[in-house]
């Protein structure tokens, strides 16, 4: 039996992170929820995600902020991330790619 991969959403909008959290129990993933950068950031070491889903529109710091610790610290910087953001413009995808993001939904 293998283990599920877990994974952490950090989105502050609570139908987009139920919708999302549905969906991944549904399909075999163990699901980590936050809605704060701090939190998550405060929180990391214990939660140790095979992925993160980061939101950029958190309501006490901002996703790009967050990514930037993930990136620095040496346990996390191998973590994927895929930025979640209702920002399409091009910049802001360049941006976050940039920044270090994986992947930009």
């Not at 599920?4 to 129990?25: A, G």
């Not at 992925?51 to 973590?79: A, F, S, T, W």
Request: net charge negative.
């Amino acid at each position: 039996m293998k283990n599920k991969q877990t994974i952490l959403i950090i989105e502050d909008e609570n139908t987009i992170c139920n919708f999302i959290s549905t969906t991944l129990v549904a399909n075999d993933y163990k699901v980590l929820k936050t809605t704060n950068g701090r939190e998550a950031i405060s929180s990391f070491s214990s939660y140790c995600p095979d992925v993160i889903l980061l939101d950029l529109g958190l309501p006490d710091m901002d996703g790009l902020d967050v990514l930037k610790q993930i990136r620095n610290d040496e346990e996390l910087k191998d973590i994927p991330v895929i930025m979640l953001t209702a920002k399409n413009m091009e910049r802001d995808k360049v941006k976050g790619l940039e920044e270090g993001a994986d992947d930009y939904i």
